[in-house]
């Protein structure tokens, strides 16, 4: 009985280490994923530094249902400086200031029941970039980790060429040359200052807008975006991406 007993506790000991070894081998390897997805997220981040994005998970989506794009990268120096000027004062006049968060407009959000938007331009191209758009609280955890190490590890001005090349400026438009030929019919560096802000006025939500022919809304948007890029330019607000 005694003996009986004794191989049922070591049957019991040995199915207890068996367990406790297969849990260990699986938190071994959910590290080791948790390792190689944060190693290769965060050289995506940094190969985007120095290499132009060749297309977006948005980008995708977009092109699997309308079926064709237009979206002709322009570097830095084809693009108007009217147009990043025109960009950071419609979405980000403190884009110069801050480290990838507003902590003012958060407040200010928080302040008017999220009833106002928050999100600095370099949230937008982490989003636009390298995330999905929508809402969920993955996306969002995901974009509050990774637009800290773009601003460290991108200068102000690739934030921003980045940005002006990936945003969407109509249906199957993206970035600043394309928009530029497809509303004016000039490239991004003949873009006039009115031109640049009316391509401003028309983001984020540029499907129900148009640069070309702008409602009323869009131009009154375009004369505050021309009043503040002035405003930016005087006060040093545009220095950190101004020749």
């Keep these: ?16 280490d068996r367990l406790r070894a297969w849990r260990r081998r699986v938190l071994r390897n959910l590290l080791r994923a948790v390792v190689v997805a944060a190693s290769v997220l965060v050289l995506w981040v940094l190969s985007y530094s120095v290499i132009n994005p060749p297309t977006t998970p948005y980008m995708l989506r977009e092109k699997a249902r309308v079926d064709t794009l237009r979206h002709d990268w322009a ?6 400086p009217q147009m990043p000027r025109a ?8 884009f ?5 968060f507003d902590m003012g407009a958060i407040r200010a959000a928080l302040a008017d029941g999220r009833r ?9 191209v982490v989003k636009n970039a390298f995330l999905w758009h929508g809402r969920s609280w993955p996306r969002k955890a995901l974009e509050a980790l990774i637009t800290p190490l773009v601003e460290l590890t991108w200068s102000k001005r690739r934030i921003l060429e980045v ?4 945003a969407e400026f109509d249906e199957g438009v993206f970035g600043v040359e394309a928009a530029a030929q497809h509303y004016f019919g000039v490239s991004a560096d003949k873009l006039s ?3 640049a802000a009316r391509l401003a006025a028309i983001l984020p939500a540029p499907q129900a807008r148009s640069a070309a022919q702008p409602s009323g809304g869009v131009r009154k948007r375009a004369a505050a975006i021309l009043d503040g890029a002035a405003t930016i330019r005087r ?6 991406f101004e020749d």
């Design 193 to 195: 200052a009115t031109q």
């Design 87 to 94: 960009a950071v004062a419609a979405e980000d006049a403190n």
């Design 163 to 166: 940005y002006l090349n990936i």
């Design 96 to 100: 110069c200031l801050h480290w990838g």
């Design 235 to 240: 006060d040093g607000r545009s220095g950190c």
């Design 75 to 80: 570097a830095w120096e084809d693009i108007a």
């Design 1 to 16: 009985m005694a003996r009986r007993k004794r191989k049922s506790t070591k049957r019991k000991a040995g199915i207890a």
């Design 116 to 124: 106002r938007g928050a999100s600095t331009i370099t949230q937008q």
